[in-house]
């Protein structure tokens, strides 16, 4: 048996958190479960796991009967986060269904025996650094996006993420590339800890927008630790343990060029604009527009033989020689959208040749896109 009451919003908080981590397909009935454990008098604490993500919280509670539970962690999170602002309170019962009782409501919830929960192993002590929250949320902010969900290239299907000391800081650094195009994001941590020089790991693409979710409370600091085939990250109440993915990221360095002659200016919120009004005729199969940049001016063409076709134009800084390029336009919008400085230069070679997209805002961050064929 277990009995506990707690505030409305402290559950709700940790089960929003549970919600991407649950395996809601898996045959492991389980694993769609929140095991919920008494710790103290005063506080209980939220497990989730698909094995290769485990989620643990730690809330304030009454505990009235210590014990444990596992409950459906969806069908829980739905119930709650419809009642009143008011206490919870939740006992397990024979059967190993939770009551739930909040004001006037009532509910019984199916539930699984708790000792069929996966063992979870104790951590060995952490070398833990310390992170700021903003920097760690830009670097997955300009890189989640351009991560592959083809599960045939495996390394492909996460972010690398990179930490080094740098004397009294830490050096971080996000890469992800899904072939089309790739994202290249840098900063600063605030205190580097136990950290001894550098490590690294590749995080699946679940793993870090799980990691985006956790991020969403009040703290300002995040604590890493890599241990062993593990990365740790804790942040307010909440530990997120990722398993690495067991492969070997490309060498992304060489995608990147190293020598361009062209480079064209663009005020971002114009190029953005620009870019959304042509797409409109866009071919849904291809995503192509077509870029003609002159001196003096960028003309977008866009063209769908069962639609039409559409032209814009705006104003450039450019006297060079007049190129002709294609882009995937949902590729050059994702870019637009992370970049936060308001001047955006596109370097180039020439119609065959990758584009390189940086900003003097933003000297951390660089992008790559492969152009189309027209």
């Not at 940049?293 to 033989?305: D, E, H, M, T, Y």
């Amino acid at each position: 048996m277990m009995e506990f009451t707690a505030n409305k919003s402290a559950i709700e908080a940790g089960l929003y958190k549970a919600q991407g981590v649950v395996d809601k397909k898996s045959t492991v009935n389980i694993l769609s479960h929140v095991l919920i454990e008494s710790l103290s008098a005063t506080e209980i604490r939220f497990t989730c796991t698909d094995y290769d993500v485990v989620l643990t919280g730690t809330y304030p509670a009454e505990v009235t009967q210590p014990g444990k539970m596992a409950v459906n962690a969806k069908n829980l999170y739905e119930v709650v986060r419809m009642l009143p602002d008011a206490p919870v309170q939740l006992s397990r019962m024979d059967n190993h269904w939770a009551e739930l009782r909040c004001g006037s409501s009532k509910f019984k919830l199916m539930g699984l025996p708790p000792d069929d929960f996966p063992e979870q192993r104790p951590l060995e002590e952490l070398s833990w650094f310390t992170v700021s929250k903003r920097v760690l949320l830009d670097l997955i902010e300009r890189t989640l996006f351009s991560v592959s969900h083809d599960e045939t290239r495996p390394s492909l299907n996460g972010v690398f993420f990179r930490a080094v000391r740098d004397g009294d800081d830490v050096r971080l650094l996000m890469v992800s590339t899904d072939g089309h195009r790739l994202s290249k994001s840098e900063g600063l941590g605030s205190d580097p800890g136990l950290l001894q020089g550098g490590a690294e790991a590749i995080l699946h693409h679940k793993a870090v927008s799980e990691l985006k979710r956790c991020l969403e409370g009040p703290s300002t600091d995040v604590k890493i630790a890599f241990h062993r085939q593990n990365l740790c990250f804790l942040a307010d109440e909440v530990m997120l343990q990722v398993r690495k993915l067991d492969e070997a990221f490309p060498e992304y360095q060489k995608v990147i060029p190293k020598s361009l002659v062209k480079g064209i200016d663009f005020d971002r919120a114009e190029l953005t604009a620009a870019v959304r009004r042509i797409a409109t005729l866009t071919s849904a199969k291809t995503n192509i527009i077509r870029l003609e940049i002159k001196p003096g001016r960028l003309v977008l063409w866009s063209a769908n033989p069962d639609a039409g076709e559409g032209r814009d134009e705006i104003a450039i800084d450019y006297e060079g020689e007049e190129l002709v390029v294609g882009f995937n336009y949902k590729y050059l919008l994702d870019v637009l959208g992370v970049i936060h400085g308001e001047k955006i230069v596109l370097s180039i070679n020439d119609q065959y040749s990758p584009g390189l997209l940086t900003s003097p805002d933003d000297e951390g961050s660089l992008f790559v896109i492969m152009p189309m064929r027209l």
